[in-house]
Each structure stands twice: as structure tokens, then as C-alpha cells.
């Protein structure tokens, strides 16, 4: 683990609650501020670090999936593809865990598990299929909600992990247990497609380390050293990758192959599994170290990824349906990979912004009241509270007594 932060530096806060039953917890709602353009302000207690840093890791989820048809003719595109690749999604997984800290059982956490994840898995699995089915002149694929395709896996993920959570909490030595059954997963073919559980557990041990990091592993993370450190480092990465391009194949950045699908040995996967991870770990450190800690223009985007994350995939699969790559050979030049690359930047950009929220908050925040039993206990709080100052006086100073008891446990 990271060495403790020097007392002399100012840690970053710590996080009060925890966000949203997905990555990019919602702006805009009851506990968020507007501003006077009528635009959405990050709540109070929001940290600019997380939603810059998610917010660029998305960015960087989007430019991948850009480069991914230019890999097969630039070997310098191929490079740039597996650096990223090696980090990104550990990045935001990381973030996903650090943010799952305080998940229990409770009844409000778990509604919001079903409306912010399990809703828009349902809901995005069916509009992918018939979006496939379409693009792609495919119309006998199938609704599959037991095999996620293209980007809903992480949604099926985030289920699982944050269920597991309270497990993650109680064990002496999560991270190296996670890391045990990742590197199970990957030299057991015999696990199969279904919830596409090889990435499931593959990446389970970042989002388990997220749940055991604490703010001063932000803020060393962020000491100038680590910052001037991150250049040779990702320097040295990027001319590994370039070197190991032509030989070895981009799927094992996936993680959702065993080694013997990749066609290697059960060995050479176990190995890859831990080198993977360590190099992983490495390179998002140096990416946290680069993430402005200050309010900048970005900074609101990042309660958005999750509509940036889904949305961005219908762009990215119907460019590879109708041919562009193909049709249209200046894409694979360097002006064209620029091209590419600012493009995607571009537009997952805009599906992160507040109008597009506004529009899609029906499928990724529904709140679904209807679908959930009332609490007799809520009922009687909400009418102790109506009857008078003394009669609420029982159940505020129970729901006091809940939340002391809640910080403590934290702590």
C-alpha cells in the first residue's frame, strides 16, 4: 500500500457519503445546487478530483474505442491503444470502489443499486440488441440478458462487486484475496460468457483496493515527485508497448478471455494476470498524479460518465456497422487519427453535459418509487415530524443516533 501522506500536506477530503449505485453519482437532484444559468452544480461535499479524474478517464474510454479499428495498420495506434487500455478502466473502477466504502445492506442503497445499475443494465441490453439489429442487418440476434454485450458488462460488474462489498469489509486480507481469485478466473476457461464473469473477477481486485484506499492515497499520489515521476514512466510504458505490439495480442488488456483462449498456458496467463495488475496500478497512479485537483471546465462533466459511457456506444459500434473505417481510407493516416481522436473526445464530451443527462435521466436514474415497498418506519418518522416539534423528537433523535452510529463504524 501507498505510504502514509505527509502531515505537512492537505489531505483531500474525505468522502461523507457514498455516491450513486454507479461511477458517476447525479447532479442536479434534491441535494444539488444550480447555478444561475439554470446548469447543474456539483453538491456540497463533492470533490473536483473524482469527477475530473472520471471525467478524463471516459474520455480516454471513448478515444480507445476510436483507435481500436486503426491498431491493425499503425503500429504507433496500437501502442497508444494497450497504454491506455491498461489503465482507464482500472482507473474508473478504482474510483467505483472508493466510492462504494460505506454500501451496506440498507434498504435506501440498495434502491438506488436496482435504479442506478441493474435499471440501465435492462434497459441499454435491450436498446444495444435492437440497435444491432438494425445497424448491422442482424435481425435474428437475440435479447441475451445473461451475456452483456459491448459496454454493459461493467454494469453487470458494479452489481456484483457492490453486493459483495460488506464481504470485501470483513476479511483480513481483501487485496491479495481479490488478486487470488482474478488470477483463478483467468486460467479457468470453464467459467464461460454468462454476466461475462471472466471480467468480473478479473477486475475485482481494483475495485476491492478502491474500497481499502483512503484520502492521503490520493494526496501522495498527487506530491510533485509522483507527478515528474510519471513522465519516464509512461514514457517507458508507451515504448514497451510499441515494442510489444506486433507481439502479443491487445485481448489480454480485456480481461475477458482465460489464458488458454488467448491460446497461451494456464502459467503464462497466471503470470500475465499479476504483471498486468502491477502495471496497471503503476500507470493509473501516474494518471491520478496529472488529475487537476481544482474546479476547471470539466469538472461538472463528471457526474455524467455513465451517460457518456453508454451513450457513446452506439457511435462507436455504428461506425464499425456501416464501414466508415473502410469507406473512408484518409481516417487511417496520421491527420486522420488525429482526426479520430478529437472527434471522439469531442462527443463524449457532449453526452456528458446537462441537457443530455436531462434527456436520458429516465433510463439512468429512474426513481421507480412505485416499484418499492414503504418503510412503516419512514411513514411514522414523516408523521412524527408533522405533528410538532416534541412529537418528532423520538425520531430525529433516533435517525441522530443512526447516523453517529454509521461515522463511527466508518471510522
Known sequence: ??????????????????????????????????????????ARGRDAFFDNAKYLAIVLVAMGHAWEPLTDGSRAAEALYMTVYAFHMPAFIIISGYFSRSFDMRKDRLQRLITGVAVPYLLFETAYTFFARWANHDPKMPISLLDPWFLTWFLVALFIWRLTTPLWKIVRWPVPLALAIAVA????????????????????????????????????????????????????AVAVAYWAAPRMTSAWFYHRDSAQELGTTWWAGAVMSLALFGCSLVLTACFYSWVPTRRTWFTALGAGTLYGYLLHGFLAKGSRFWGWFDDYAWLHTPLGEIAVTAIAGVVVTALCTPPVRKVFRFAMEPTMAWAFRKDPEDARRTAAGRNGPEAGAPAAKADRADRESRAAAQR
Open 1 to 42: 500500500m501507498f505510504p502514509p501522506v505527509p502531515t505537512s500536506r492537505r489531505a483531500l477530503p474525505a468522502v461523507r457519503e457514498e455516491a450513486d449505485a454507479h461511477p458517476a453519482p447525479p447532479s442536479g437532484g434534491p441535494a444539488a445546487e444550480r447555478t444561475g444559468a439554470g446548469a447543474p452544480a456539483p
Open 185 to 236: 478466473a483467468s486460467v479457468s476457461p470453464e467459467i464461460g460468457d454468462d454476466l461475462d464473469l471472466q471480467r468480473v473477477l478479473q477486475f475485482l481486485p481494483f475495485f476491492v483496493l478502491g474500497l481499502n484506499l483512503k484520502p492521503e492515497h490520493f494526496a501522495w499520489v498527487r506530491r510533485r515527485a509522483v507527478r515528474i515521476a510519471a513522465v519516464p514512466a509512461f514514457a517507458a
